[in-house]
């Protein structure tokens, strides 16, 4: 008998039931057990019900989502919950609260004007991270194939010896799923602030970045913002590209570098994507950069390093231990591109290290 995820939807709402429990007979490998009204029916369900995997409501009456998730994670550690939030701010706000309390991930409700392609928006974001928790729950070898999993053997890398870069102009983060946590767990890292502007490209909606700017700006030794078009970036500010934009560096009238916000399609399905900012700044002259690649599915960043790998650039990729998924910075290995492969509690005493040698 085919192994399959247990799956269970609790969403206030009647509609979107039906609309998850239409996304879940859709994808392999899947078996929807059952749903729930509210976070207080899922809890008394849950037990019974035995999912591997929920999909749950952020903004509920009574018992929110966030509430669910901690009742949920009591009664099963192990669960695997991927959160359902709505476009707006509370929602942004209360689902990064529900990343640090231990769900995998979020999707965004669609926003779609027909129920046909909503749906086809939540099958392309939930199969990925059903790849995962199959992953996680069954043998490897009977996983789903997906691009997303394929991972090269890795062999231990060793810190490398601190290289002789000289002044460094920015250091760029490319970071996808399981990104606000490491985030945060890297700022907490960095006690001092950066002798340079760090960009970082975190996959996610419009104003998500913006709370997410706004948790790390309040945790971290320098000033991390959503970025704004045509600011000038300063050393010891952080910025994130703005959800559903791409960001990218490029020179203005007076020769200074400046941040560019650009709404041009998608790339690798990503949007604002990492490769865009990696070629804008390979782009610019007689520029010496550190780029890290984190946590996250695909392969966003990869190309875009090799242009700044024949600058010169140095890379730092997140190792796949402590990777939600190691994807983005599997693809970076497997083409040779990373100089080091560090666990997320050392990449930040190694940025301040390389960049602050000077």
Known sequence: MTNKVRIMIVDDTITYRQILSNVVATLINTELVGTASSGKTAVMKFKSLKPDLVFLDVMMPEMDGIETLRELKKIDPNVQVVMVSGFDMANAKATLESLENGALDFVAKPTAQNIQDGVKQLQ????????????????????????????????????????????????????????????????????????????????????????????????????????????????????????????????????????????????????????????????????????????????????????????????LIQDEKTSVVWGMPGSVYAESLADEVLPLDKIGSRIVELVNQN
């Open 124 to 315: 392309n974001a939930l199969e990925p991270l059903v790849g995962i928790v199959f992953n996680k729950i069954f043998s490897k070898s009977q996983a789903p194939e997906s691009k997303a999993f394929v991972k090269p053997v890795v062999r231990e890398r060793q810190l490398m010896p601190k290289p002789e870069m000289g002044a460094l102009d920015y250091v760029l983060i490319g970071i996808s799923t399981g990104g606000p946590n490491a985030l945060q767990k890297l700022f907490e890292s960095i006690k001092v602030p950066i002798n340079c502007p760090v960009l970082i490209v975190q996959h996610m909606p419009p104003m998500f970045t913006k709370s997410l700017a706004d948790r790390l700006n309040q945790i971290s030794a320098m000033t991390v913002v959503e970025a704004s078009d045509q600011e000038i970036p300063k050393k010891g500010h952080v910025y994130i590209a703005p959800g559903g934009k791409h960001m990218v560096i490029r020179k203005n009238a007076n020769n200074h570098h400046e941040i560019k916000i650009i709404d041009s399609p998608p790339v690798n399905h990503c949007k604002p994507a990492v490769d865009i900012l990696f070629r804008s700044v390979a782009g610019l002259n007689a520029a010496r950069h550190l780029a890290i690649v984190m946590t996250g599915m695909g392969k966003d960043g990869t190309d875009g390093l090799k242009s700044l790998k024949r600058k010169g650039t140095y890379c």
